[in-house]
């Protein structure tokens, strides 16, 4: 058994070396070789379709990756999403149904990428490996015909040839033809069909890719649809001021039970209140605090904006804070403290009178009715009080534009003070 495979192993070596032979013989032109350009223009279509598919490939597969990363970075989001949506707003359960069903809508695209694009197009792309190697015997076979070949032309031309040699050779010949004639045959039947059947495998191909892709985006344009409606109705709520909101109860007054002394005097008392301070009078109690007793002197008169234009001078001194820097009171002349606070970082100082504290449109918003005010962006308005305090509702402030004179009422919210 030995001898058999270092005979076989001996034989293959030699038959190497005469293809490598033949080869170098038939690069330096002294030795011609068989061509078929009909089969060399199969195997240049062969070569192209071999590329074009191990493109496809790649890319297909590396989309079909991406689809996943983005099946998995959408499910995240989507989960984020209901868990910062709270329970009290308007759609919770509708935001967590059309997560699922967006989940599910990923899911079903990228199973069907995986079964009905990536598989037959892996089954597409295993037939070239098996051709390409047929294609290398078929070479391998006709370096062996044209060996025979010219060894059997040498000893044609040699009248001292061994007859029986020459006939052996012969013989050799005839069989390396019959071998390379079958492959060749067989390849000019297989290339052709092979190349042909790149057209239906790529209109299959794409068209359940194509297919896929539309029923996913159309679904999914329906669930972002209803994710948007509900949105929209939570703005709306919050428009309207009707979002459920959790209530706290309000702090209760701090009392001191220390009495503030005085060192006006070698005699200490018990300070008393200055005149314009907080009382003590039933009437007028807001949220704890009595009401800020407006003591001006001089003729009051209504300003443009509605409110009263007031003389400097005044005979009390309003507490906790309340007067800016050049001695005006925060309220803007306008006594109406029970009613309108006065928001922190508002500016009051250098305002036109009757206006209480100026704001700056944060987002746009839309009147939608005739006594609203509407505004763009980053419009200045002056806040002033309701003509009617009966008529003031909470979350809504009374303005005049700045631009252009116009008043009405608008939402607070849509706004920060300035």
């Given amino acids: 058994m030995a001898d058999t495979k270092g005979g076989n192993l001996s034989r293959l070596v030699l038959k190497q070396a005469g293809r490598a032979k033949e080869k170098i013989l038939q690069n330096l032109g002294k030795a011609d070789k068989t061509t078929d350009e009909i089969f060399e223009e199969h195997l240049q279509n062969f070569n192209t379709q071999q590329v074009n598919a191990t493109r496809l490939h790649k890319d297909i597969n590396n989309y079909l990756r991406c689809i996943r990363a983005m099946q998995t970075a959408s499910k995240n989001l989507m989960e984020t999403l209901s868990d910062i949506y709270e329970k009290e707003w308007v759609g919770q359960d509708m935001l967590y149904v059309q997560a699922q069903n ?108 194509f297919a896929a892709e539309e029923v996913f985006h159309s679904e999914t344009a329906k669930v972002y649809s209803e994710l948007e409606g509900v949105v929209d109705k939570l703005a709306k709520e919050v428009q309207k001021g009707t979002l459920p909101r959790k209530t706290f109860p309000k702090p209760q007054p701090i009392t001191n039970a220390n009495p503030v002394i005085t060192n006006s005097s070698p005699n200490s008392t018990l300070a008393s209140p200055p005149k314009g301070e907080w009382t003590s009078s039933d009437e007028g109690k807001t949220n704890g ?127 920060k003070p300035i």
């Fill in 102 to 209: 967006n989940e599910m809508l990923w899911a079903d695209l990228a199973h069907k990428l995986s079964d009905q694009v990536v598989i037959p197009l892996n089954t597409y792309q295993a037939q070239f490996p098996e051709m390409r190697k047929k294609i290398d015997k078929r070479g391998r076979k006709l370096i062996d015909f044209d060996a025979e070949r010219h060894a059997v032309q040498q000893m044609q031309n040699n009248p001292n040839r061994n007859e029986a040699k020459f006939i052996k050779a012969k013989e050799q010949m005839e069989n390396a033809k019959r071998t390379y004639e079958v492959l060749n045959s067989e390849l000019h039947d297989e290339l052709p069909a092979l190349h042909d059947s790149r057209i239906l495998f790529l209109v299959t191909n794409m068209q359940t890719l």
């Fill in 289 to 415: 605090f009595d009401k800020l007793k407006n003591a001006t002197n001089g003729s009051s008169s209504r300003s443009k904006y509605g409110g009263i234009s007031q003389s400097p001078t005044k005979d009390y001194e309003p507490i906790g804070g309340h007067s800016d820097t050049n001695g005006t009171s925060r309220l803007n002349g306008n006594g109406r403290g029970d009613l309108y606070d006065i928001p922190s970082g508002a500016t009051t100082g250098n305002l036109p009178p009757g206006v209480l504290y100026q704001v700056k449109a944060t987002y746009k918003y839309q009147a939608e009715d005739m006594d609203e005010l509407q505004f763009e962006v980053g419009e200045i308005i002056d806040v002033i009080e309701y003509e009617d305090p009966e008529e003031q509702e909470e979350g809504w402030l009374m303005g005049v534009k700045d631009s252009t004179g116009q008043k009405g009422l608008f939402p607070a919210n849509f706004t």
